[in-house]
T-cell receptor, first 108, second 114 residues
């Protein structure tokens, strides 16, 4: 089966950097994705890692270590609009399984 | 706009009833996924179709069924509805049969069972 663990909540200050960790267990693995979901909205894709290392997309970066079954999402220069839920997701063949989500609160 | 269309946006019904949720994927996408999201919960994978064929099943109840039609739109049928079925149901689409790095989500159907 597949399972993912990520913190339920993170709070940070505007302008700061925050890291959201994700550990996973899966029988098949193609890659780790990250999605953002604002309250009442649909999840939107942020980043994807298939290989070990860091992927950077603007203020967001994502890291993967396949040997450790671990990844993280790094958000820099936090803005109020970054307050949302962030989900890691494992692509394990035909299924894309999501973690329970991390709710990020950005304070002024 | 993701290009994925879900209808209806809201659905209110009673216990024991049956409803059908509809999803049109992005133009050109052959894979359709269905997810259930209960209040303050993660996205629970229900089922995936690729080009009309069922490819993967998650924790989908026997009261639920889905299909993907030749024009690639998909329908999720929920029957004998219970209060606990109240949730936001998302459809997502992608281009490949497997190893899809990016899913495009519709805006969801909010189902309320009273």
């Amino acid at each position: 089966g597949q399972s993912l663990e990520q913190p339920s909540e993170v709070t940070a200050v505007e302008g700061a950097i925050v890291q959201i960790n994700c550990t996973y267990q899966t029988s098949g693995f193609y890659g780790l994705s990250w999605y953002q979901q604002h309250d009442g909205g649909a999840p939107t894709f942020l980043s994807y890692n298939a290989l070990d290392g860091l992927e950077e997309t603007g203020r967001f970066s994502s890291f993967l270590s396949r040997s450790d079954s671990y990844g993280y999402l790094l958000l820099q220069e936090l803005q109020m609009k970054d307050s949302a839920s962030y989900f890691c997701a494992v692509e394990g063949g035909f299924k894309t399984i999501f973690g329970a989500g991390t709710r990020l609160f950005v304070k002024a | 706009d993701s290009g994925v269309t879900q209808t209806p946006k809201h659905l209110i019904t009673a216990t024991g009833q049956r409803v059908t949720l509809r999803c049109s994927p992005r133009s050109g996408d052959l894979s359709v996924y269905w997810y259930q999201q209960s209040l303050d919960q993660g996205l629970q994978f229900l089922i995936q179709y690729y080009n009309g064929e069922e490819r993967a099943k998650g924790n989908i109840l026997e009261r639920f069924s889905a299909q993907q039609f030749p024009d690639l739109h998909s329908e999720l049928n929920l029957s004998s509805l219970e209060l606990g079925d109240s949730a936001l149901y998302f459809c997502a689409s992608s281009g490949r049969r497997e190893a899809n790095e990016k899913l495009f989500f519709g805006s969801g159907t909010q189902l309320s069972v009273l």
